[in-house]
């Protein structure tokens, strides 16, 4: 079992930074793939940003190049660096780790770009 824990969301500007964390209990950590899911209102859950017990990282189209997804085992945390954010990026975003055939949830932090 593995629960996940969200932060770091709010209300920023459009053109603005947040960076979102996402703390992992257990100690299997590393074993995980982690990533980045966003659900904005009327709409599906979307992958947002994908990296491997390996390292290997996966984002969606319209983040490439304004989000990066990191992660610190040793800290058991997965991290979510958020630039240049457009009203578009507004959802609630969701923590996941991954192992098949197991696959977690962590509760979402709420995202709103506005100005």
């Known amino acids: 079992q593995v629960q996940l824990v969200e932060s770091g969301g709010g209300l920023v500007q459009p053109g603005g930074s947040l960076r979102l964390s996402c703390t992992a209990s257990?100690?299997?950590?590393?074993?995980?793939?982690m990533a980045w899911y966003r659900q904005a209102p009327g709409k599906e859950r979307e992958l947002v940003a994908r990296?491997?017990?390996?390292?290997?990282?996966i984002y969606t189209d319209s983040v490439k190049g304004r989000f990066t997804i990191s992660r610190d085992n040793a800290k058991n945390t997965v991290y979510l660096q958020m630039n240049s954010l457009e009203p578009e990026d507004t959802a609630v975003y969701y923590c996941?780790?991954?192992?098949?055939?197991?696959?977690?949830w962590g509760q979402g932090t709420q995202v709103t770009v506005s100005s």
């Open positions: 996941n780790a991954a192992r098949s055939p197991y696959a977690y």
């Open positions: 257990g100690r299997v950590f590393s074993i995980y793939a």
């Open positions: 990296i491997t017990s390996g390292g290997t990282l």
